[in-house]
């Protein structure tokens, strides 16, 4: 392992540099787009040294991204510093911290012997996240309030509140932001380049189980620090022995779906096959460390709603990457021609457009109509879709107003997404004669997308939409048919 290893500025070697053949990497990327997954980028780095880095536009190396769950790892970092300062202990039991958020009738048994060590291995007494069961702004509050199911520390459930009640313990004890705290004691010192930014609960505590937003090199520099046993450039900058706990197995996780969930959990960061540990947000934004070889994978996604989507990741990377590991330790000659096309096409990735034609002759006979739609869940009442050259715009009312959705035909279109106001790439095409199918990406801090499909039949409509992301799309799913307007 690289001990010292550190980016200093940002360079990408040739692959062959590091012993991985420029078309395994190529083979790599075949495989994701193969699957069907939706990627923002990657980043590849062995021996220290950046050898491959992609970007899927509009995605780009300086696009502040929505981490998900990778926050429950600095999170972690962030617990293992204090203990450190000797402002805690993880063997600490996590009431004595916060006594005003408990109930005035005295805290359940389960969730008084509940230690801080219990809470970062997931192995909390509630049977998921708390704030999600109880209607309460103080998401704090809500972990000592709602009633537990079980022992402490007797078995794996994935709850985020104990990474949210983690994250405020972090706020209460260092008198600062959470990121405050770790721009301080950790970002800075990596380099970082201050795209960072942290969701906060209704209250304003961070949301220390999924609200990171920051860029793709900045989760890879953070990871290969923790892969070096916490060192970077030749500092140690996080306790060694906490990191090394914290990447290692602490809790059996066999009851999980997936394989790469099943090798064990350590103090909020995964284990994974190949002796690696993983730092895993939803959707596929991962931090893939494998230590007997020297390398990390970090990537950006929206898989959400593709089954094993991000086990799909997992695939590529021991399929195409990991033989060349095991096999080759130093560098390679450099596959010109290879090169080149690996070049080529990281040049040309993007978010793919939906598939199918880009001209149906119904677009003539609806173009501009007016459609009434009959009471729906969705709130529309009406739409209508105007095309141009190689885009469309759909144009709709709802129970918040006249909103409309443009998109590209081939290409995606970026625009604010109605009624969440966030930032969003659109396409469509046509998938039969009739049947027109739309998908918006949200690529803001609230990564998911819409999908919509809008059939013509003589003088009807009928919109089917599903949305796959939080509550904040929840009116973009359902049905609705209705005739087009008669003058």
């Known amino acids: 392992m690289s001990k010292n290893g550190c980016f200093g500025e940002w360079v990408v070697v040739p692959p062959e540099t590091v012993g991985i053949p420029s078309k ?36 780009h190396a300086d696009f502040p991204h929505r981490m998900f769950s990778i926050s429950k790892s600095f999170t972690s970092v962030a617990i293992g510093l204090l203990q450190e300062e000797g402002k805690l202990s993880i063997n600490d039991r996590i009431c004595d911290y916060f006594p005003d958020k408990l109930p005035a009738g005295g805290v359940h048994p389960y969730i008084a012997k509940t230690t801080i060590r219990d809470m970062l291995r997931m192995a909390s007494p509630h049977k998921s996240t708390t704030y999600k069961l109880m209607q309460c702004d103080d998401w704090v509050k809500t972990f000592f309030h709602v009633e537990p ?71 890879t520099r953070f990871a290969l620090m923790c892969m070096n046993d916490g060192a970077y450039n030749g500092q140690q900058i996080v306790p060694r022995d906490y990191i090394r706990e914290a990447t290692s197995k602490q809790i059996d996780t066999c009851l999980q779906y997936n394989i790469e969930e099943r090798q064990g ?29 020297d390398f990390i994978l970090t990537t950006i996604a929206d898989n959400q709603g593709i089954p094993n989507g991000v086990q799909g990741i997992y695939a590529a990377l021991w399929n195409n990457i990991l033989p060349h590991l095991k096999e080759n330790k130093g560098s390679i000659p450099v596959d010109k021609k290879n090169a080149e096309m690996l070049a080529e096409r990281i040049s040309k990735l993007e978010v793919k457009p939906v598939e199918g034609s880009k001209k149906s002759a119904k677009v003539s006979e609806i173009n501009g109509r007016r459609y009434i739609l009959a009471p729906n869940q969705m709130g529309i ?49 046509w998938v039969d004669e009739n049947t027109l199918h739309l998908r918006s990406y949200i690529i803001d801090e609230l990564p998911g997308n819409v999908n919509m499909s809008l059939t013509f039949m003589d003088n009807t409509v009928t919109i089917a939409m599903k949305r796959i992301a939080e509550d904040a799309l929840k009116r973009y799913e359902g049905f609705a048919s209705g005739e087009w307007e008669t003058v």
């Open 24 to 59: 395994a990497v190529l083979n790599f990327i075949d495989e994701l787009e193969y699957a069907g997954l939706c990627m923002h980028g990657f980043v590849m780095v062995r021996y220290g040294k950046v050898f491959a880095e992609a970007y899927y536009a509009p995605f």
């Open 149 to 219: 199911v079980r022992y402490p520390g007797t078995s794996f459930v994935y709850d985020t509140s104990a990474s949210h009640v983690l994250a405020a313990l972090v706020e209460r004890l260092s008198g600062m932001s959470l990121l405050d705290y770790l721009k301080i004691k950790v970002l800075d010192k990596l380099g970082c380049t201050g795209e960072f930014r942290w969701l906060t609960d209704p209250v304003g505590v961070s949301m220390g189980g999924s609200g990171l937003i920051c860029t793709l090199r900045d989760v």
């Open 265 to 293: 959990y350590g103090y909020q960061f995964w284990r994974c096959r190949n002796n690696g540990f993983a730092m895993y947000g939803m959707g596929g934004q991962l931090a893939i460390c494998l230590p007997d070889y």
């Open 381 to 429: 009442s009406e739409c209508r879709l105007e095309f141009g050259k190689d885009e469309g715009t759909l144009y709709y009312t709802n129970e918040t107003g006249s909103h409309q959705i443009s998109f590209g035909i081939g290409h995606m279109k970026q625009q604010i997404f109605p009624d969440i106001n966030l930032l969003s790439i659109t396409s469509a095409a």
